[in-house]
């Protein structure tokens, strides 16, 4: 009988690891869903501005997110190659949290310069405590549907911290401002650092790397990134990320526009936003057991097609008709939820993949797709995001054209859902099935046997 690798995963290591996801939470949900309405209305900048910023930190990330790889893939410590970063970064990741969301007293141009340099250097340090964070849930166990679970618990975390920030956001901000957004934005977040230095602590304490590249791997910059794009299941998930995450920034920043301007009640988004993440905490315990009855590749096109038909549907609602928009994000959310853990069990996969092709593992370089997808998405969704409203000729604080108004609709709900439903696309090309995953597991722990 072949010995698996950390097969099984304690209860308490499933929990410590996923509050990692939380910690990372309570700060990229600020900038997922409010940052661009902070930009517009509190900080003082234009929308087009601010969509700029976005996409420019999206071309260092292209630098930014594979060096971060191939330095996780190269450090060796007694805590591992993943989890030193957890305990380096936080600090850093929770400073620049607050920078981001403070509102100097600069001019106009001086604004956009400040607003520039921390949001790119936030996203920088995101790479760095992120990339390892994902590389780690690949290198905690060796077996796939393990890692399954394992997501499973990193993303209902990942939605409580969402449910927290997108529910209070907005009411904090208010309390602590007293009539001062810009006072009020910067005392939140200064509370949800907090949290999030200790809860990152608390995954760096509580988890453990197990799975550990060939003894006899030599060090090859080159032939890890040349595997690295003859791998076609990594080079098909590295473009489905892109395009997820560009229609979850489209629509989480355009949501708080259509709330405020579209059914004037902007606070009323706060509720909208948690009830959806109600919505995927229930549907993300769905994704182990439907990914081993019909294997991830097929929740992951289902998902996509069933929810981007329910986001395509909230165009129809008038303002008026609340219960009917409620609904369907209820809909869209839950039908979507199975898939978001699948993205990064499958990129697992595609390290094994390499590994039992080539003899070689880089596990940072091939999540290095991930962080790079997660932010080029949230870049380019949150530049398109800015450009079009800028199209459709939209003014802070003003009651907005019909042109205008029509825009944000489209951003909150066609736009995001034919993106969606064009990922299902590209994974009618994904390789990796069920059988293919068993027959490499047990090849690759016959290995590690025989090199123990």
Known sequence: MIKKIGTKLSFNEKIGYGLGDTASHFVWDMVGFWILIFYTDTFGISAAAAGTIMLIARIWDMVSDPIMGVIADRTNTRWGKF??????????????AVLTFTTPDFGTTGKIIYAGVTYLLLMTVFTAINLPYSSLGAVMTSDSYERAGLNSYR????????????????????????????KGYQYT??????????????TFKSTRERVKPPKNQKQNLKEDIKNLFKNRPWVILFFVGIISFVMFAMQNLSVAYYFKYYINDGEGVQLFNVIGTVALILGIPLSKPLSERFGKRNVYIASSLISGIFFILLYLPGNENIYTIYILNILAKFTYAPAVPLL?????????????????RSTGLVF?????AQKAGWGIGGALAGWLLALYE??????????????????????PGILYMSCAILLYFYAIDHKTCMIMQEELDKRRENEN
């Not at 989890?83 to 620049?96: E, F, G, K, N, T």
């Not at 990064?344 to 070689?360: H, I, P, Q």
Request: no cysteine; net charge negative; glycine share 8%.
């Open 83 to 96: 989890r030193p970063y957890i305990l380096w970064m936080a600090l850093p990741y929770s400073v620049l």
């Open 155 to 182: 993303f209902i975390f990942a939605f409580i911290g969402q449910f927290i920030v997108t529910g209070t956001a907005l009411t904090l901000a208010n309390y602590f401002g007293g009539g001062d957004n810009a």
């Open 189 to 202: 977040l200064s509370l949800f650092a907090v949290i999030s230095f200790a809860l990152f602590m608390i």
């Open 344 to 360: 990064w069990t499958m990129l697992a996969d595609t390290a094994d993949y390499s590994e039992w092709k080539n003899g070689r």
């Open 368 to 372: 290095s797709a991930a962080t790079f």
């Open 394 to 415: 939209f003014v802070p604080n003003m009651d907005q054209s019909v042109e205008s108004l029509n825009g944000i609709k489209l951003m909150v709900s066609v736009f």
